[in-house]
């Protein structure tokens, strides 16, 4: 089991490539009632070097699909784990993103409470949510 079932309910290799001079495999990853997400892996390292995927916008009170791929670089070893510490995440509506992590911590305890948000935004998250019949026009 390649992600397991933590990230969709099939995953299949789609083809082998290179993007940016490295050798990948590219994943597709699915699950029920959402569009499909595209991995290119590191063939060598297993490192995720760009995802491609729909997200869901709202644009004049109608759902939009959005095409949005984002990069991953400048992996180091955290905790014996390689994260990226560089993102770029790119879409025709607001160009191009660029984090970068200056800092990893392992092992650190959160309060319980530290995700949670307040109801309003909770509301705003729902209302925002696109609609199945939003979705078919």
């Known amino acids: 089991q390649f992600f397991g079932d933590k990230y969709g309910d099939t995953v299949r290799v789609v083809r082998a490539g290179e993007l940016g001079g490295r050798n990948i495999h590219v994943v597709q990853l699915e699950s029920a009632g959402l569009p499909p997400a595209l991995v290119s892996l590191d063939a060598e390292t297993g490192d995720v070097l760009q995802t491609q995927q729909t997200m869901w916008t709202a ?79």
Not at 86 to 114: H, K, W
């Open 59 to 137: 644009e004049a009170g109608a759902a939009v699909a959005l095409q949005v791929a984002t990069t991953y670089s400048d992996y180091r070893e955290v905790g014996g784990m390689r994260v990226p510490h560089r993102y770029i995440t790119s879409n025709d509506m607001a160009g191009r993103t660029m984090f970068q992590v200056e800092r990893v911590e392992v092992g650190v305890t959160l309060a319980p409470d530290t995700f949670d948000l307040p109801p309003s935004r909770v509301a705003l998250l729902r209302a925002s949510v696109p609609r199945p019949e939003a979705r078919a026009r």
